[in-house]
Every structure is written in structure tokens, then in C-alpha cells.
């Protein structure tokens, strides 16, 4: 069965720096998505990864996706304070059956 | 207009008492799930239904209860609640169209007592 890991759980970051939250996964995974959630509230979707070596952007965050190392990666540019919020990783266990990560909680600090 | 809205947004309830959660999603999407997440935010799948075939049971107690009356309704009856049962839950959709996307609703947050 897939096994979905992020790394860190938790990150505090100064606002402007870099950073990256790496997701893990166990098993072959047709896709892998990227969520977010923020507090209280409910999770939108971020990116869908398709494919080895696929890389999407949106603003400050670029996912990746590395099919070989069964690694995806998402990398955070010049963060800011609004992109504070908790990001899951997800694959696929078999059709309709999604398996999300622990989650990354990140606080951007001004 | 929301695309998957769930009612209620929150249920505070004693303990052996029955509840329902209700789903709609308004995206024409085939398939529909339930999620709950803990107080830890670890997400977990418990069922889904694809045109009102339930597809994925995970091993969840048989108190809980979906019910799927057509494409776009997804219901959770909860019977006996317990004090573990505390959580939200969440319900979403998706289509193979749109990349399996999951679009999820806004929560129901369960607190038994």
C-alpha cells in the first residue's frame, strides 16, 4: 500500500528566504498532487504532477516531480507571509483512493 | 455558489447519539469521498463512491454509514458516536477529466462529548 511522507512537519521561515518541503512516497503513483490548507478552513488544490521530471509554478511555489526517486518536491521562492498554511502531498493507491501526506505546516514569519 | 458544500459545518454531540452529515457537490462529478482529519491534520480516507457505487471502504467501523442517493449526494450517518469519532470530516469530489483533482467542501467539525 502507498506510504506518503513530507519533510519537515513543521517549518518557520523569515519572510524573502527559500526553502523546500520534500514528499516521499512508497509506491508507484500515477500522479501526485499538491494541497494546501489553511487554518480552520478547508484544502484547495495547488498542482497535479503527471509525469517524471514534471515541473509546475504558480507565483512563489514550483512543484516538481521525480518519478525514479518516487520524490516530489515543492519549492517555496521569497516566501511571504500569506503562503503560511499547511501543504500536503497526495498519491494515488489505486483508482479513487488518494493517500495524503502528514503535512507541512509553514508559518512565514515577518 | 459552492462547488461541494456539506451541512452541518459543525455538530457537537454526546457520546451514543446518531448523526448525519450531508454532501452536495454541484461539479457533475462522478466519483465522491469521505475524509477525515484528525487533530493532528493527518488526513485519511474512509470511503469512495463512484456513480453511487461505494468503491473504497477503508476499514472504517461499521457504524459509519455512506449513503449515495444519486451522483451529486454523498451522505454520512454516524451511528453510536464515540469520543474518538471527534474530527472533521470532509467530503470532496473528482473526475478523470480533470486530472482526478479533488475538490473538497468546507468541513464538518464532529465533537462527541
Known amino acids: 500500500e502507498l506510504k506518503v511522507e513530507q519533510n519537515p512537519l513543521f517549518l518557520s521561515m523569515q519572510e524573502g528566504k527559500n526553502y523546500t518541503i520534500y514528499c516521499n512516497y512508497s509506491?508507484?503513483?500515477?500522479?501526485l498532487y499538491w494541497y494546501r490548507q489553511d487554518p480552520g478552513k478547508s484544502l484547495e488544490s495547488l498542482f497535479v504532477?503527471?509525469?517524471?521530471?514534471a515541473v509546475k509554478q504558480e507565483g512563489r511555489l514550483m512543484a516538481s516531480l521525480d518519478t525514479k526517486a518516487r520524490l516530489s518536491t515543492l519549492h517555496i521562492t521569497a516566501a511571504v507571509h500569506d503562503l503560511s498554511a499547511t501543504y500536503f502531498c497526495?498519491?494515488?493507491?489505486?483508482?479513487?483512493?488518494?493517500?495524503f501526506g502528514t503535512g507541512t505546516r509553514l508559518k512565514v514569519l515577518a | 455558489d459552492t462547488a461541494v458544500s456539506q451541512t452541518p459545518k459543525y455538530l457537537v454531540t454526546q457520546m451514543g447519539n446518531d448523526k448525519s452529515i450531508k454532501c452536495e457537490q454541484n461539479?457533475?462529478?462522478?466519483?465522491m469521498y469521505w475524509y477525515k482529519q484528525d487533530s493532528k491534520k493527518f488526513l485519511k480516507i474512509m470511503f469512495s463512491?463512484?456513480?453511487?457505487?461505494?468503491?473504497i471502504n477503508e476499514t472504517v467501523p461499521n457504524r459509519f454509514s455512506p449513503k449515495s442517493p444519486d451522483k451529486a449526494h454523498l451522505n454520512l450517518h454516524i451511528n453510536s458516536l464515540e469520543l474518538g469519532d471527534s474530527a472533521v470530516y470532509f467530503c470532496?469530489?473528482?473526475?478523470?477529466?480533470?486530472?482526478?483533482?479533488?475538490?473538497f467542501g468546507a468541513g464538518t467539525r464532529l465533537s462527541v462529548l
Open positions: 470532496a469530489s473528482s473526475q478523470e477529466t480533470d486530472l482526478y483533482l479533488v475538490y
Open positions: 509506491t508507484t503513483s500515477d500522479r
Open positions: 504532477l503527471l509525469s517524471n521530471g
Open positions: 497526495a498519491g494515488e493507491s489505486g483508482t479513487y483512493k488518494y493517500i
Open positions: 461539479l457533475g462529478h462522478d466519483t
Open positions: 463512491y463512484n456513480n453511487k457505487e461505494l468503491i
